[in-house]
């Protein structure tokens, strides 16, 4: 079935450093993809989505572009603050025929940014 | 304020008991879902519901019973409950795709921590 895969363990990195999370994906059309954040205590919040292949989503200096030929939506952020740390997850929703909007996580990444 | 919320935030409990969480959303969305997340952050979805029609219902024993009693409102009720329950749940909703196009984005509640002792 669909899945979603991102690289594993925490990220910890220093403020203005530079971000990406890893992510594929494996579907069998045409998914809808989207990043996630988790900040501590709180729901998971829409960060960007793309919806087709070649679009890039972005918001708040986030970015990912949807990468058909590698199966690919790695999340970028050129300089991270503080306020970033939180856990983020990529996921994918699928088109069945009846038109459900199941969304596959993946597993999630602690990032962690340091003063 | 527009929003999905969930009650109770937290709820501790002893294994056996029953207990109940409720879902409402005024985002006017007609599908909403109910997800695990367990202590690794790992989230799983377990239902979804369109226009109160049960349409997901993922390998989730049968202890676990939703009940929608309209478009806006996914209740999810727990019967017997084990140790390995703990978890965050959290409901979501969502308004319609267009057919064979993009899936929309889901909104998520701030969750409902259970921790059965």
């Known amino acids: 079935g669909d899945s979603v895969t991102q690289m594993e363990g925490p990220v910890t990195l220093s403020e203005e450093a530079f971000l990406t999370i890893n992510c594929t994906y494996t579907?069998?059309?045409?998914?809808?993809l989207f990043w996630y954040v988790q900040y501590p205590g709180e729901g998971l919040q829409l960060l960007l989505k793309?919806?087709?292949?070649?679009d890039k989503g972005s918001n708040k200096g986030f970015e990912a572009t949807y990468r058909k030929e590698t199966t690919s939506f790695h999340l970028e952020k050129g300089s991270v603050q503080v306020s970033d740390s939180a856990v983020y997850f990529c996921?994918?929703?699928?088109?069945?025929?009846?038109?459900?909007?199941?969304?596959?996580f993946g597993k999630g990444n602690q990032v962690v940014v340091i003063p | 304020d527009t929003a999905v919320s969930q009650t109770p935030k937290y709820l501790v409990t002893q294994m056996g008991n029953d207990k109940s969480i409720k879902c409402e959303q005024n985002?006017?969305?007609?599908?909403m879902y109910w997800y695990k997340q367990d202590s690794k952050k790992f989230l799983k979805i377990m239902f979804s519901?369109?226009?109160?029609?049960?349409?997901i219902n993922e390998t989730v024993p049968n202890r676990f019973s939703p009940k929608s009693p309209d478009k806006a409102h996914l209740n999810l009720h727990i019967n017997s409950l084990e140790l390995g329950d703990s978890a965050v749940y959290f409901c979501?909703?969502?308004?319609?795709?267009?057919?064979?196009?993009?899936?929309?984005?889901?909104?998520f509640g701030p969750g409902t921590r259970l921790t059965v002792l």
């Open positions: 979501a909703s969502s308004p319609p795709g267009l057919a064979g196009g993009p899936r929309d984005t889901q909104y």
């Open positions: 579907a069998t059309g045409y998914p809808s």
């Open positions: 793309a919806t087709k292949a070649d």
């Open positions: 996921a994918l929703s699928d088109l069945p025929p009846h038109g459900n909007n199941r969304l596959a």
């Open positions: 985002l006017g969305h007609d599908t």
């Open positions: 519901y369109n226009n109160k029609e049960l349409i």
